[in-house]
């Protein structure tokens, strides 16, 4: 799984499809957070450990532009909830999570 070895940080959310994974990461900044995206690809190497690459075969690009497309949705609601602030941002976490069930 995608972590920041240096600081322990882990990603705010992260998104698979299959073997293919967009993790996305708050960094914040005196103006408020920022995100950033990291593709990656997990697959067994020849000694039978999982690895991880970068790199996105053919293959696999539908899947990773529509993981792209999920990110940048939830960006767009991860800044809409730092605007409407805890309380309104669990609310319709809540209704969302009623939705969906």
């Known amino acids: 799984m995608s972590e920041d070895k240096e600081s322990g940080k882990r990603p705010v959310l992260r998104h698979n499809d299959g073997a293919v994974e967009v993790a996305i990461w708050e960094h914040e900044t005196d103006k408020g957070p920022i995100y950033s995206t990291q593709r990656s690809r997990f697959y067994r190497g020849e000694d039978g450990k999982w690895k991880k690459t970068h790199s996105i075969p053919e293959r696999d690009l539908l899947k990773a532009a529509r993981l792209d497309?999920?990110?940048?949705?939830?960006i767009a609601r991860l800044r809409?909830?730092?605007q409407d602030g805890p309380d309104r941002s669990e609310t319709r976490r809540r209704q969302r999570d009623d939705r969906e069930r």
Do not use: F, G
């Open 69 to 74: 497309q999920k990110a940048y949705e939830s």
């Open 80 to 82: 809409q909830q730092a």
